[in-house]
């Protein structure tokens, strides 16, 4: 790790196989705490390369413990992370909106670190159980369209680095490699990315990939569709600079999403959207990306239309169904 640090601190970037044999070894616990603190702090200070993302995205990988779901066409709903805005859920419960609207999803996630509550504090305070048994996450995405995939059960490299990522309590280069790394390999991807330098990095990725997929980035710093202005959408069928009102709906202000203090008050939200008994605004945002992800399964779909599916699964019950179907 010395070796590494020091060619770092000399502001040189790692060839993709070194940013690959760090990361495994990371994996493996052969470093302590302050050499990873250290070894993370460097990406605060400097954007990451696509060799070093791509090493570290094959590392993680490489180590993962697998699950096949490829019985399924399955869809991973996540952001970065990172934005620093601590909007509500909207990921997770727009994985909840196109599950109830029939399609499945194979989510990947993990506790917030720079937010108070991630799309796994949430589901944990709500009643979900993680688990990597194979079996039930299939049962799960079979009868309830939706299975979570709690990140530290499945990423020995994550796990190691989990602590040191919450005594830091900003984000880190693990916030861009968690879509990146869903250890069930789903067919489709909706991302939200907190800056315009990680959606390049992530397009040029997922270009390499089979996957159809939709990047999404609001210009005033959302790692989502936040209907606060304008933001962009980067697909397989190009990039486009969209505004709220031209896929249907009206700008609305940051107070608007906000997600809450605490994990408790996250989990009343996340409720009253799912039971329909939200703001228009909440569900807007919700309605907006889910709209993106349901697009990414049926791509000759116009938005409008899927935006019509989405709201029909949100306002008829399916999307709550969904989630008590998982937690008994």
């Known amino acids: 790790m010395k070796k590494t640090l020091n060619k770092l ?20 616990g052969d470093f302590n705490h302050s050499q990873i603190a250290a070894f993370l702090t460097v990406y605060l200070m400097r954007n990451i390369s696509v060799e070093e993302l791509t090493g570290f995205r094959n590392a993680l990988l490489d180590l993962c413990l697998k699950i ?3 019985d399924f066409n399955t869809i991973d709903v996540c952001g970065t992370g990172g934005d620093g805005k601590n909007t509500f859920n909207i990921s997770t419960l727009s994985a909840f909106v196109i599950a109830g609207a029939g399609y499945k999803v194979a989510k990947h996630g993990n506790y917030g670190v720079s937010s108070s509550c991630g799309s796994s504090n949430v ?9 990597n048994d194979e079996s039930v996450l299939k049962q799960q995405v079979d009868e309830a369209n939706f299975c979570m995939m709690h990140a530290p059960l499945f990423h020995p490299a994550m796990k190691n680095v989990g602590p040191i990522r919450k005594e830091l ?9 968690g879509p990146l790394v869903n250890p069930s390999f789903p067919q489709n991807q909706l991302v939200g990315v907190f800056n315009l330098e990680i ?6 990725l997922l270009q390499k990939s089979d996957k159809n997929y939709t990047i999404l980035h609001s210009l005033d710093g959302y ?9 962009k959408a980067i697909s397989n069928q190009g990039e486009t600079l969209l505004s709220p009102e031209s896929i249907g709906f009206e700008t609305q202000k940051q107070e608007d999403i906000f997600g809450g203090e605490t994990i408790k008050e996250a989990a009343k939200i996340f409720i009253d959207v799912l039971s329909n008994e939200c703001t228009d605004k909440q569900k ?3 309605l907006a990306n889910s709209s993106f992800a349901i697009q990414c399964f049926e791509p000759n779909k116009s938005l409008a239309d899927c935006t019509a599916i989405a709201k029909e699964s949100l306002e008829s019950g399916k999307a709550y169904k969904t989630l008590k179907k998982l937690i008994l």
């Open 9 to 28: 601190f000399e502001h040189q970037t790692l060839s993709e196989s070194d940013a690959y044999n760090i990361l495994t070894r990371i994996g493996k």
């Open 68 to 70: 096949d779901l490829s």
């Open 123 to 131: 589901l944990e305070h709500l009643g979900y159980e993680f688990t």
């Open 169 to 177: 309590g900003i984000k880190t280069f693990f916030n861009m490699l």
């Open 199 to 204: 959606a390049r990095i992530y397009n040029y």
């Open 223 to 231: 790692d989502e569709i936040s209907l606060t202005g304008k933001f």
């Open 284 to 286: 807007n945002a919700v």
